[in-house]
């Protein structure tokens, strides 16, 4: 009973930090508008919260309801596999700075950043998510909620990527920036320029 109230707690940790996000996301958004930039696309956006929500709330139903056991080696790996995403979703965060948004935006003659951890890879922050969404079910269990979201999530991802791509080639210099650059480390299936889709 208390790791599973624990659990939650971490649950309404991530909502929390979720609010907290959205706000940002707001804030900087009237900030790029401001400087003449514009809004392509919500980027999927109410398909996303319909996806949070019900991420969180079945997870909750798996480890209660179905009484998953709390396992302390796949919590460990589990809670190391939040906080990398944690860690590189704060870095895009502070690399990207006003920049960052939930939308999709740009601003004429801004150039994209290539700095932080997007030296390295095209979208360290998608990979933060894809860490979290698997690795939160994980703390207590809740591998069916980890494994279906986590499919959820790279269908819906796909097609976010493909259109913020679109968008970033079509006002910024982001193919060549990032032309050699895989958008996950090493993995090359979401590899290439946007066309490629």
């Known amino acids: 009973m208390l790791t599973k109230g624990l659990f939650v707690g971490i649950i309404v940790a991530i909502i929390l930090q979720r609010f907290f996000e959205l706000r940002h996301s707001q804030r900087n958004a009237a900030y790029i508008l401001a400087q003449g930039g ?30 998953r056991p709390f396992r302390p080696a796949l919590a460990v790996c589990a809670l ?8 590189l979703r704060y870095l895009s965060m502070r690399s990207l700075k006003w920049r960052w948004t939930l939308a999709i935006m740009t601003v ?5 950043v290539d700095s932080g951890p997007y030296t390295y890879i095209r979208h360290p922050n998608w990979l933060g ?15 069916l909620t980890a494994i279906i979201f986590s499919v959820a999530n790279a269908i819906l991802m796909s097609k976010r990527i493909q259109t913020e791509e679109q968008a970033l080639s079509e006002n910024t210099h982001y193919a060549s920036v990032f032309a050699n650059k895989p958008r996950f480390l090493f993995i090359t299936g979401f590899t290439r320029n946007a066309s490629s889709f």
């Open 108 to 112: 004429p003659n801004e150039p994209v």
């Open 129 to 143: 998510v894809i860490l979290e969404i698997a690795g939160l079910p994980l703390i207590h269990g809740a591998y």
């Open 80 to 87: 190391i596999a939040i906080f990398a995403g944690q860690v």
């Open 38 to 67: 514009r809004q392509h696309g919500d980027n999927f956006l109410g398909i996303v919260k319909l996806l949070q929500v019900s991420w969180w709330l079945t997870m909750i139903v798996e480890v209660w309801l179905l009484d």
